[in-house]
């Protein structure tokens, strides 16, 4: 869809935006450029009209949240927005922040939700799923969560910072999911 669809729609267009932005360098743990993303996905989130709030352990998770008017278990959405030195990071993970972005802005146009939806954008996953676990093991609304059967993400962050069993690989050697142990 173009940048330009209707407001409740998703727009790959729009997101395609978020991409050229967050992807013009690499932005690793520590550095500058990596401190211009996080602002840049802040003052998206803020400028939506949805409060983040940066949860600072070993690295900055950004999270927010839209609330739903049931009082039921939340859909978790999950990118981090860290690279590796070399690389600007565009299909790892920069376009699952701008997804999230997209995402984010079209379901807030589109008027209440029954359920909650969280958003965490991790930090520190090419330095060991740190962001991850730090959400997991000490966020409040990571307890808010439902443990769904299957989550689908190439790179199954939420599995492994719960320490799931990743199911074999497809013949295209995409991950079909994982199943949360008990």
């Not at 920069?94 to 999230?100: D, E, H, K, P, Q």
């Not at 359920?115 to 520190?124: A, C, K, Q, R, T």
């Not at 199954?156 to 949360?180: D, E, K, L, M, N």
């Amino acid at each position: 869809a173009r940048a330009d669809s209707p407001p409740v729609e998703f727009a790959s267009g729009r997101a395609m935006n978020h991409v050229a932005q967050i992807a013009k360098a690499p932005h690793p743990v520590g550095s500058a450029a990596h401190k211009q993303v996080r602002d840049y996905v802040l003052n998206e989130l803020t400028t939506l009209g949805i409060k983040p709030e940066v949860q600072e352990t070993s690295v900055s998770n950004i999270v927010a949240a839209l609330k739903g008017t049931r009082n039921s278990k939340a859909l978790l959405l999950v990118s981090h927005y860290d690279t590796v030195q070399n690389a600007p990071g565009a299909g790892d993970d920069s376009s699952g922040v701008a997804l999230m972005l997209e995402i984010a802005r079209a379901l807030k146009a589109s008027g209440p939700l029954n359920n909650d939806v969280i958003f965490l954008f991790s930090d520190g996953e090419e330095t060991g799923l740190l962001g991850a676990k730090a959400f997991v093991n000490q966020h409040p609304w990571s307890r808010d969560c439902r443990q769904a059967g299957r989550c689908f993400a190439p790179s199954a962050v939420p599995c492994r910072a719960r320490r799931a069993r990743p199911r074999p690989r497809s013949r295209a050697g995409i991950s079909s999911g994982c199943r949360w142990r008990p």
